[in-house]
């Protein structure tokens, strides 16, 4: 069996109030699990869409081939659908092993047909279906099923992270008989072969689910179901406080942490880590004088990032100084390698001193801004906030635009703006999900910058094709200190997930994406 583990170098899991190690404790069956979700998901359809605000409570209902376990300091690969794997040596061919005896909710029978339509249906998405990772399984030839309980994916060319979307949270399996009938049915109806089953989902207000009493664990799940409610994000707090939510898995700030320690104390749990997800100044190559490296690498450069982190970590979402991947992931670049890249020097004055002395060089004395935000409290507004007054201690005036979000990817896609806040957020530490952002405009569909580095797009397809490990590092870094050096899209800092849960609530790992860890198979409640 062939399975990829991630080992962070450096765990910050910070437990500030604990009840106990689930590890050592006997799960109890029985209990309705209630947490907060503050958002509404714009589909069921896990295929066509990227928000968590689908995963947290359509996931429970699905099962995927491959899938993440373990918290943020030590992510692995395990089976869901899949009892075992094997990958050629090279890399062309994926063999899977399938569980037997699974039933979907329906109460009929799960085959290796389920996955040959759902992996056909999203590299191949039938019209009006849309596939948000159809590019992402590009590189898969063929699918073969030599029978009901084995499936093949023969490639077109090797793809080093093919693995990793195997255990994709947004794969989830759907039947072929119900696609067969309807090639929309996910997005009309939830049924798959997860532990929990549908009961309701009322617009606005919840979701929820109960135990499916044909899970293929048999001693899963632990919970008899959830509610899932729809809430703004200012309600989680009092909701957690007052009793009416046992939980909320995306994350809090420092100060609702706080808030819920100091009035709950040890009624709380607290899980902290680096989180997949980032804050990103992307810069218009598009309009003058933003075309110019020595102006990219001036605004960059009189940011201070690790000022930046101690105070903001303090107050927001964001704490962690890194470049393109999350501080301390396997991929990441070691900090004395980091440090000497423009706009993360230790020294801020020497830093801004450079700054000044490239605008002067480039002719931009008097620069003016105009800098294209969400209005979304966090960590939106606040990142916005800081990096024009970080500017202005260069002499640059910064004309701060924040609008609604569809206006905000509206001017992203236009062009309409010279700098624009923005955010990469994915499921796993992979040069292939974070670098997506980052490529050129004629190769990538979100590259905002519209820059036309050539050098960016074969770099990134030459990592891709690597499969020794220590040989795609080599490239992945090389990347990296290209990218950010040019300065197309630098990263201001990086987010860091808080989430304070109720301490009956057991099971739960604290993964570094707010996209992992939600078929709550594993959670159970103390009471």
């Known amino acids: 069996m062939s399975k990829f583990t991630v080992s962070v170098v450096t765990s910050v899991l910070a437990s500030l109030a604990m009840a106990g190690p689930a590890a050592a404790e006997t799960p109890k069956k029985g ?4 947490f907060a979700v503050v958002a509404e998901p714009p589909t069921t ?52 092993k399938l569980r037997k005896g699974v ?31 159809k590019a992402l399984h590009s590189d ?21 992270s093919m693995e990793l979307h195997f255990a994709s949270p947004f794969n989830c399996v759907y039947s072929a008989a119900e696609l067969a009938k309807d090639p929309d049915y996910p997005a009309k109806k939830v ?29 899963r799940p632990y919970l008899d179901g959830f509610k899932a409610f729809f809430v703004k994000g200012n309600a989680v707090v009092p909701g957690i406080r007052g009793g009416q939510f046992d939980a909320e ?28 997800t980032n804050i990103l100044l992307t810069f218009n190559t598009s309009k003058k004088p933003f075309d110019d490296v020595r102006v990219r690498q001036a605004l960059t450069l009189a940011i201070d990032r690790w000022g930046g982190a101690e105070n903001l970590g303090k107050v927001t979402l964001i704490k962690g100084v890194g470049g393109v991947f999350r501080p301390g992931s396997p991929f990441a670049l070691p900090s004395a390698e980091l440090e000497k890249i423009p706009g993360f020097w230790r020294d801020i004055e020497k830093s801004r001193e450079e700054a000044k002395r490239l605008l002067k060089e480039a002719g931009v004395t008097n620069l003016k801004v105009k800098l294209l935000n969400r209005t979304l409290d966090q960590p939106f507004t606040p990142a916005g ?20 979000t569809k206006l905000w990817y509206d001017g992203l896609g236009n ?101 992992g860890g939600q078929t709550l198979v594993d959670v159970w409640l103390d009471q």
Not at 140 to 160: H, L, R
């Open 45 to 96: 359809d896990c295929h066509a869409t990227g928000t968590f605000a689908m995963v947290h409570p359509v996931a429970p209902q699905y099962s995927t081939l491959l899938k993440f376990v373990g918290d943020h300091a030590n992510q692995k690969i395990v089976g869901d659908l899949a009892e075992s794997w094997e990958v050629a040596k090279d890399g062309m061919t994926y063999t899977f």
């Open 415 to 515: 062009g309409n703006f010279d700098v624009g806040v923005q955010n990469v957020s994915d499921f796993v530490d992979d040069p292939n999900a974070q670098f997506n952002t980052l490529l050129s405009k004629n190769v990538s569909s979100i590259a905002y910058s519209q820059h036309t580095d050539k050098k960016v797009d074969d770099l990134y397809e030459k990592q891709t094709r690597i499969l020794d490990p220590v040989e795609r590092l080599k490239v992945v870094n090389e990347l990296e200190r290209h990218t950010l050096t040019q300065a197309y899209n630098v990263p201001l800092l990086w987010y860091q997930r808080i989430v304070v849960n109720n301490k009956k609530v057991k099971g739960w790992e604290l993964p570094p994406s707010h996209f």
């Open 140 to 160: 898969i030839g063929s699918i073969e099923t030599p029978d009901a309980y084995t499936v093949v994916f023969k490639m077109k060319q090797v793809n080093a």
């Open 249 to 276: 898995f995306r994350g809090r700030t420092p100060a609702e942490r706080d808030q819920l320690v100091s009035a709950m104390k040890d009624q709380v749990t607290v899980q902290e880590g680096p989180w997949i």
């Open 385 to 404: 906030i800081y990096a024009i007054d970080q500017w202005r201690r260069i002499g640059v005036e910064t004309e701060h635009v924040q609008v609604e």
């Open 191 to 219: 049924m798959g072969t997860g532990a929990f089953q549908l009961v309701e989902h009322v617009k606005g207000s919840h979701w929820t689910a109960k135990r499916f009493d044909q899970y293929f664990l048999k001693d």
């Open 103 to 133: 039933k979907f909710h329906d109460g009929s029978d799960f085959t290796s047909a389920d996955i040959k339509a759902t992996y056909d249906r999203i590299i191949n998405p039938p019209q009006g279906i849309i596939s948000f990772r």
């Open 31 to 34: 209990g309705t699990l209630n």
